[in-house]
């Protein structure tokens, strides 16, 4: 009865292995092109799911009060769009006499140029406990930003030229973010009653599309197999991308903690995702515009490839013990309700 039970409150966890098997063994199903068609599956219906349950689930003052928390917003994208550029670009420069190809090294400061993504922080934040509406907001806001940001950080760090279809994209995120999430908002207005008597597991049904997120990534990284790389250099680049993405999420749970910035437990969980997570699905069509034709396009990508599975694996794992570390610090918020006892306590 324990097993089952253990099995039952570690659901997740055990999900995010057997997908990764299935994705090995199979790769084709789920990747781009495949029976599944993430092209469309994931891309537009997925990401519409978890907006529409967004909006379904978060109360609408929530929503509201989040608008209005601007240092939060400030500190979600300074730290996307100038914190880790500078980072990574310091570290390439560390990198430059070692054995890694320049193209991966480039790659790297592609990398750190990327949008967040709209999807997968959500999801994390709202599975950890964190603040959702902030998690919403953020992601889209970054979405919106990098169409503008990503291309010109690039052609500063990198270089090339190239038209960004910015309609396109702001097409795609209206109808895969804005209208799904204004939507269940419009319908939880309606029923709202109903919706908060029958509890609807809106928490599952997130975790359940990230599972699917995270099985079509895998199989689209699985069914790479022209990347020309050695063995070797791309084993260095997941090691590398590993210990980035763990350093960059201990400093913002790190910096977010300080008391001058006045943020909430809650916020510091969202902060975690939505400040370290890069994407994939806006990152590879401008860097394919950008450096169409280039010899070196697929070495180049690799560092965004690996990073996004990364940052969902290594997310997906860490949401038991952020929301650990949450539970606890609430409860001790409660039971000490001291501002300054608690801000200590923070520090820890």
Same mark, same amino acid.
């Given at each position: 009865?324990?097993v089952?039970?253990?099995?039952?409150?570690?659901?997740?966890?055990?999900?995010?292995?057997?997908?990764?098997?299935?994705?090995?063994?199979?790769?084709?199903?789920?990747?781009?092109?495949?029976?599944l068609?993430?092209?469309?599956?994931?891309?537009?219906?997925?990401?519409?799911?978890?907006?529409?349950?967004?909006?379904?689930?978060?109360?609408?003052?929530?929503l509201t009060?989040?608008?209005?928390?601007v240092?939060v917003?400030l500190?979600?994208?300074?730290f996307?769009?100038?914190?880790?550029p500078?980072?990574?670009?310091?570290v390439?420069?560390?990198?430059?006499?070692?054995?890694?190809?320049?193209?991966?090294?480039?790659?790297?400061?592609?990398?750190?140029?990327?949008?967040?993504?709209?999807s997968?922080?959500v =999801? +994390?934040?709202?599975?950890?406990?964190?603040n959702?509406?902030?998690? !919403? #907001?953020?992601?889209?806001?970054? /979405? %919106? @930003? &990098?169409?503008?940001?990503?291309?010109?950080?690039?052609?500063?760090?990198v270089?090339?030229?190239?038209?960004?279809?910015v309609?396109?994209?702001?097409?795609?995120?209206?109808?895969?973010?804005?209208?799904?999430?204004a939507l269940?908002?419009m319908?939880?207005?309606?029923?709202?009653?109903k919706?908060?008597?029958n509890?609807?597991?809106?928490?599952?049904?997130?975790?359940m599309?990230?599972?699917?997120?995270?099985?079509?990534?895998?199989?689209?990284?699985?069914?790479?197999?022209?990347?020309?790389?050695d063995?070797?250099?791309?084993?260095?680049v997941v =090691? +590398?991308?590993?210990?980035?993405?763990?350093?960059l999420?201990?400093? !913002? #749970?790190?910096?977010?903690?300080c /008391? %001058? @910035? &006045?943020?909430?437990?809650a916020?510091?969980?969202?902060?975690?995702?939505c400040?370290?997570?890069?994407?994939?699905?806006?990152?590879i069509?401008?860097?394919k515009?950008?450096?169409?034709?280039?010899?070196?396009?697929?070495?180049?990508?690799?560092?965004?490839?690996v990073?996004?599975p990364?940052q969902?694996?290594?997310?997906?794992?860490?949401?038991p013990?952020?929301?650990?570390?949450?539970?606890?610090?609430?409860?001790?918020?409660y039971?000490?309700?001291?501002?300054?006892?608690?801000a200590?306590?923070?520090?820890?």
């Amino acid at each position: 009865m324990s097993v089952l039970r253990s099995i039952i409150q570690n659901w997740f966890l055990i999900g995010i292995v057997l997908v990764i098997f299935l994705a090995k063994a199979n790769p084709n199903v789920g990747a781009k092109g495949g029976y599944l068609k993430p092209e469309v599956t994931v891309k537009y219906i997925g990401v519409s799911i978890i907006f529409f349950n967004s909006g379904l689930s978060l109360k609408t003052e929530q929503l509201t009060a989040a608008l209005c928390q601007v240092n939060v917003h400030l500190f979600v994208q300074c730290f996307t769009f100038i914190v880790i550029p500078f980072l990574l670009h310091a570290v390439v420069l560390l990198l430059q006499t070692s054995p890694l190809e320049s193209h991966l090294l480039d790659g790297l400061r592609l990398l750190s140029c990327m949008p967040p993504p709209v999807s997968s922080a959500v =999801l +994390l934040t709202k599975a950890a406990g964190g603040n959702e509406a902030v998690a !919403v #907001f953020n992601s889209a806001l970054g /979405s %919106f @930003l &990098g169409v503008f940001i990503t291309p010109v950080l690039i052609l500063a760090t990198v270089g090339s030229t190239a038209h960004v279809p910015v309609s396109t994209i702001f097409q795609q995120l209206a109808s895969t973010v804005v209208l799904p999430l204004a939507l269940g908002q419009m319908l939880r207005a309606a029923y709202k009653r109903k919706l908060e008597r029958n509890k609807i597991p809106f928490g599952a049904i997130g975790s359940m599309v990230l599972l699917l997120i995270i099985y079509t990534t895998f199989c689209d990284t699985f069914s790479h197999k022209d990347m020309q790389v050695d063995e070797m250099s791309l084993v260095s680049v997941v =090691l +590398l991308v590993i210990v980035l993405q763990a350093g960059l999420m201990m400093l !913002v #749970f790190t910096v977010s903690k300080c /008391s %001058f @910035l &006045g943020l909430q437990p809650a916020d510091t969980v969202a902060l975690v995702f939505c400040c370290t997570h890069k994407s994939l699905t806006l990152g590879i069509p401008i860097i394919k515009i950008i450096f169409g034709g280039y010899d070196g396009l697929s070495l180049i990508s690799i560092p965004l490839l690996v990073y996004h599975p990364v940052q969902i694996l290594l997310g997906g794992l860490l949401v038991p013990v952020v929301k650990a570390w949450l539970i606890t610090t609430e409860r001790f918020r409660y039971m000490y309700p001291s501002r300054q006892r608690f801000a200590q306590f923070l520090q820890v």
